[in-house]
C-alpha cells in the first residue's frame, strides 16, 4: 500500500449505531487530519494529530471521536450520528517540520462516504 | 471574516481548448494560496501552491496559477485540457491567524466535452 488509505470506502450506518473509520498513511508523516465534505460546501478540518497528539478540535460534536494510537493511523469513532452527518470523510497526513502548518503539503486518501440513516 | 470564492461551480471545456479556473479571496494581507484537484473516487492531490516570489507559478499536470494582488484573485490555467483532467478543482487559501487551518473554496467541477 502506498500513500494514505481509508476503510471502508462505504459506510451505511443509523443513527443509533456505532461505527468507526480508519485511516493509514504509509508516507512516514507526523500529522494526521480528518476533515468533511459536503456536496457544493468548502472542507471543514475536523481534527488535527501531530504526533499522536490532537493539536485541535475544531468544534467538532463529541458523537464524533478521534483516535490516533500512533503516527500512521488514525480513526473517527461515530455514534448516534445525525442525517445531517453523512458526507465524504476524508483523511490527511502532512510531514510536519517545525509544528503543524498548511505550508506542509497534505496528502489526502479517497476518503469514506458515509451515509446516516 | 476571511473566505474564498470560486464562482464557477461547474464549467465545460472541450477537450484541446484552453482552461480558466476562477478564485477570489478576501484576506487583508498576502496569503498562502493553493490549487488542489479531486479526481472522481480520489482524494484531494495539491497541484501548485503560493508563498512568495514569482507571481507566475507553475504545477504538476500542465497547470499554473497567478496571483494577482489587485484583483485578490489566483486563478488556475491549462493551455489544453485532457479528458484525464475531468475533476473538481479546490482553491485555498492560508490565513495568518491559523499555521494549519486552510480556508477553501467550494469547488469548480470541469466537465471535459470530447
Known amino acids: 500500500e502506498t500513500g494514505v488509505t481509508q476503510t471502508p470506502r462505504h459506510l451505511v450506518m443509523g443513527m443509533t449505531n456505532k461505527k468507526s473509520l480508519k485511516c493509514e498513511q504509509h508516507?512516514?508523516?507526523?500529522?494526521m487530519y480528518w476533515y468533511k465534505q459536503s456536496a457544493k460546501k468548502p472542507l471543514e478540518l475536523m481534527f488535527v494529530?501531530?504526533?499522536?497528539?490532537?493539536?485541535e478540535n475544531n468544534s467538532v460534536p463529541s458523537r464524533f471521536s478521534p483516535e490516533c494510537p500512533n503516527s500512521s493511523h488514525l480513526f473517527l469513532h461515530l455514534h448516534t450520528l445525525q442525517p445531517e452527518d453523512s458526507a465524504l470523510y476524508l483523511c490527511?497526513?502532512?510531514?510536519?517540520?517545525?509544528?503543524?502548518?498548511?505550508?506542509?503539503?497534505?496528502?489526502f486518501g479517497p476518503g469514506t462516504r458515509l451515509t446516516v440513516l | 471574516a476571511q473566505s474564498v470564492t470560486q464562482p464557477d461551480i461547474h464549467i465545460t471545456v472541450s477537450e484541446g481548448a484552453s482552461l480558466e479556473l476562477r478564485c477570489n479571496y478576501s484576506?487583508?494581507?498576502?496569503?498562502?494560496l493553493f490549487w488542489y484537484v479531486q479526481s472522481p473516487g480520489q482524494g484531494l492531490q495539491l497541484l501548485l501552491k503560493?508563498?512568495?516570489?514569482d507571481t507566475l507559478v507553475q504545477g504538476i499536470k500542465g497547470f499554473e496559477a497567478e496571483f494577482k494582488r489587485s484583483q485578490s484573485s489566483f486563478n488556475l490555467r491549462k493551455p489544453s485540457v485532457h479528458w484525464s483532467d475531468a475533476a473538481e478543482y479546490f482553491c485555498?487559501?492560508?490565513?495568518?491567524?491559523?499555521?494549519?487551518?486552510?480556508?477553501w473554496g467550494a469547488g469548480t467541477k470541469l466537465i471535459i466535452k470530447p
Open positions: 490527511a497526513s502532512s510531514q510536519d517540520r517545525d509544528g503543524v502548518s498548511y505550508t506542509d503539503t497534505q496528502y
Open positions: 508516507l512516514g508523516h507526523n500529522a
Open positions: 494529530y501531530n504526533f499522536k497528539e490532537q493539536t
Open positions: 484576506y487583508g494581507a498576502t496569503p498562502y
Open positions: 503560493y508563498f512568495s516570489g
Open positions: 485555498a487559501v492560508g490565513p495568518a491567524d491559523s499555521n494549519y487551518q486552510l480556508i
